[in-house]
């Protein structure tokens, strides 16, 4: 014949389970703290960007010498810039490349919309990314000019 359940034994288990809900709220209601992209996704991110820039580059500048110029004149002041937005900027200084930087800023802002850059998004005004991004822009307009000037 079973053997009834212990009173006591309940009120454990009503105890426990009343902790483990007590925990599980604490643990939601604190919110963690963004982690720092590691260098992959960075990488990855990075590496998108600057295909990106480099086809909307090439598309502009092809056969259009006046604008391969403005660019080339333009690209030691952009490496020095310190943001994305800064170097944006400072290519719209040039009405030869004002849309090309509106499509690039473009092309970032689609790139981040993607729910595999999450971390960056949530990181993209760090120094650091703001950096790297900086970077992919610069090599993806550098190539299709050395291209260019090639061919």
Same mark, same amino acid.
């Given at each position: 014949m079973?053997h009834?359940? =212990?009173?006591?034994?309940?009120?454990?288990t009503?105890?426990?389970?009343?902790s483990?809900?007590?925990?599980?709220?604490?643990l939601?209601a604190?919110?963690?703290?963004?982690p720092d992209?590691?260098?992959?996704p960075?990488? =990855?991110?990075?590496?998108?960007?600057t295909?990106? &820039?480099?086809?909307?580059?090439?598309?502009?500048?092809?056969?259009?010498?006046?604008?391969?110029?403005?660019l080339?004149?333009?690209?030691?002041?952009?490496r020095?810039?310190?943001t994305?937005?800064?170097?944006t900027a400072?290519?719209?200084?040039?009405p030869?490349?004002?849309?090309?930087?509106?499509v690039?800023?473009?092309?970032?802002?689609?790139?981040l919309?993607?729910?595999?850059?999450?971390?960056i998004? =949530?990181?993209? =005004?760090?120094?650091e &990314?703001?950096?790297?991004?900086g970077?992919? &822009?610069?090599?993806g307009?550098?190539?299709?000019?050395?291209?260019?000037?090639g061919?």
């Amino acid at each position: 014949m079973p053997h009834p359940p =212990d009173p006591g034994s309940r009120r454990i288990t009503r105890t426990a389970s009343r902790s483990y809900l007590l925990l599980l709220l604490l643990l939601t209601a604190c919110p963690a703290p963004a982690p720092d992209p590691g260098p992959q996704p960075l990488a =990855d991110f990075s590496e998108r960007v600057t295909a990106l &820039v480099t086809t909307t580059t090439r598309s502009h500048l092809r056969e259009q010498p006046t604008r391969q110029t403005a660019l080339r004149t333009r690209l030691p002041a952009l490496r020095e810039a310190a943001t994305v937005a800064a170097l944006t900027a400072q290519l719209r200084q040039s009405p030869e490349l004002e849309e090309m930087a509106t499509v690039i800023e473009s092309d970032i802002d689609f790139e981040l919309t993607k729910p595999e850059h999450a971390q960056i998004r =949530d990181r993209y =005004d760090s120094v650091e &990314v703001q950096r790297q991004v900086g970077q992919a &822009v610069i090599q993806g307009m550098e190539r299709p000019l050395t291209q260019l000037q090639g061919g």
